[in-house]
């Protein structure tokens, strides 16, 4: 079923293309992020085939979080060598790779990698807001970055509550309650794409040198 709510992600990423060459450069991997947003927006609407379905969907999930971790270390202020940042976002992939090879006999398995990542990142995230507060951001700086912290944060706290609830609580009989809680991570998207919008519209432009 074409689903309307699921490609009101290509409005984020749509203004995130026009606004591509004057934006700010720590912006264009959120851009990325939303690209490949949208390509596993098209993935899930398009592909027949299940399993190829989520084994595509998996991969482009650790292009995302790898777009995401990379932006975070690009707006912390502590600073971290260019050998480290690599080591790290190296074991991020193999971590979530590993996840992929798990998950990847059973469509409806669990993928407590990715969740235990989705949650490390959701609480480096929120330092990176309070870092924000300590070191006083202009509003100009400091409001798109919010724009785009909150609501992955929320939507990641969502995301893994539902995913846990679904493995140790659901049954045949209470399936109409899962199909409820969707419907509330449709809103919660929806909400998201908005402050995506907000964000990328209010980045700050990229620095011109003489």
């Known amino acids: 079923m074409y689903n309307v709510y699921a490609f009101s992600i ?3 990423t749509l ?9 700010h450069k720590s912006y264009r991997l959120f851009i990325y992020l ?8 098209f993935n899930y609407e398009f592909n027949d085939s299940l399993h190829a379905k989520h084994l595509v969907s998996h991969l482009l ?11 975070l270390l690009r707006w912390n202020n ?22 992929i090879y798990v998950v990847s006999g059973n469509v409806h398995a669990t993928n407590w ?10 609480a480096y995230a929120f330092g990176i807001l ?11 700086k400091a409001v798109p970055r919010k724009l785009i912290i909150f609501p992955f944060i929320i939507s990641s706290i969502y995301f893994i509550s539902s995913k846990i609830s679904l493995y140790f609580l ?3 009989a209470n399936d109409s309650f899962f199909i409820e809680l969707y419907s509330i991570v449709v809103i919660i998207n929806l909400l998201s794409y908005i402050c995506y919008s907000l964000a990328l519209q209010w980045a700050p432009k990229k620095e011109k040198y003489l």
């Open 61 to 71: 999930g650790v292009m995302e979080l790898c777009f995401m971790f990379s932006l």
């Open 113 to 122: 990698p990715q969740l235990i990542v989705l949650t490390a990142l959701s």
């Open 78 to 99: 502590t600073r971290l060598s260019y050998k480290f940042k690599c080591l790290l976002k190296a074991a991020l992939i193999i971590f979530l790779c590993y996840g």
């Open 130 to 140: 309070v870092q924000q507060k300590t070191t006083q951001l202009t509003n100009a």
């Open 34 to 41: 939303l690209l490949v947003t949208a390509l596993n927006t």
């Open 170 to 172: 659901y049954t045949p």
């Open 15 to 23: 203004i995130g293309i026009v606004r591509f060459n004057t934006i």
């Open 10 to 12: 290509l409005v984020p």
